[in-house]
C-alpha cells in the first residue's frame, strides 16, 4: 500500500520529468514525454509484476529515465561506442537524480540501494525485478517509440527489434505480441522474429 514517503517521491519524480521540454501529443494534449513514458512504464510493470510489485520497484520504473533530456545522445560520438559511453552516463545520472529525491524524502540506505540497483540494470536476466523493469522499458520503446524510430532507423530497425526482443522475457514478448501495431510496425517485428 502506498506511504506517504512513496506519495512524496512520485510527485518529486512527476515533478522532474514534468520539466522535459519534448512534448507527446496525448488525445489532443500536449505532455512532456519523459512524464508520459514514466507513467507508462509504472502501468506495465503493474501488468508485468502483478499485485507484488515492490516499492522499489515501483519507485524505479517511474524515475528510470529521469531528466534524460539533460544528456542529449548529440552530446557524444555517432559511433557505437559514443552511444554506450551514453548510455552507461545516462544510467548512472539517473541513479544519482533518483537517489537524491530517495533520501530527500526519508528512504534508508537499502533502499534507496536497492531502486540503484534496479535503474543500473544490475543482474539483468538474474533478478527478477531488474528483467520486469527492463520489459517495461521495452513495451514503451514499442507502444510509444516504434513506428517514429522506424522512419527514422529503416536500415537499422529489425536489428534494433531483434535486440530488444532478446532483452525481454517470455512474459514481456507476449504482451508485446498483443500491442495494437499498425500492419507496417507488425511487419518489422514479423520479419525481426523471423515469423
Known amino acids: 500500500m502506498p506511504n506517504q514517503r512513496f506519495n512524496d517521491a ?3 519524480i512527476d515533478a522532474a520529468n514534468a520539466q522535459d521540454p519534448n512534448l507527446l501529443d496525448i488525445d489532443g494534449q500536449k505532455r512532456p ?3 508520459v513514458h514514466a507513467e507508462h512504464r509504472t502501468g506495465w510493470v503493474h501488468k508485468l509484476a502483478g499485485d507484488g ?3 522499489a520497484l515501483l519507485l524505479a520504473a517511474r524515475a528510470q529515465h529521469i531528466r534524460r533530456w539533460e544528456i542529449p545522445r548529440s552530446d557524444y560520438p555517432l559511433d557505437r561506442p559514443g552511444y554506450l559511453k551514453w548510455r ?7 541513479a544519482a537524480k533518483t537517489s537524491a529525491i530517495l533520501q530527500d524524502v526519508g528512504y534508508d540506505d537499502d533502499t534507496i540501494r536497492r531502486v540503484k540497483d534496479l535503474i543500473l540494470k544490475k543482474r539483468l536476466k538474474l533478478d527478477p525485478e531488474v528483467q520486469t523493469l527492463e520489459d517495461a522499458l521495452c513495451l514503451v520503446f514499442l507502444e510509444q517509440q ?3 524510430f522506424a522512419k527514422k532507423e529503416a536500415g537499422k530497425i529489425v536489428d534494433i527489434i531483434r535486440k530488444t526482443w532478446r532483452k525481454m522475457s ?7 505480441l498483443q500491442l495494437p501495431l499498425t500492419p507496417e510496425d507488425q511487419a518489422i517485428i514479423e520479419e525481426a522474429l523471423g515469423a
Open 170 to 176: 517470455p512474459q514481456g514478448q507476449h504482451f508485446a
Open 10 to 12: 512520485i510527485k518529486k
Open 53 to 55: 510489485v515492490s516499492e
Open 146 to 148: 516504434f513506428s517514429e
Open 33 to 35: 514525454l519523459e512524464l
Open 88 to 94: 552507461q552516463d545516462l544510467k548512472r545520472f539517473h
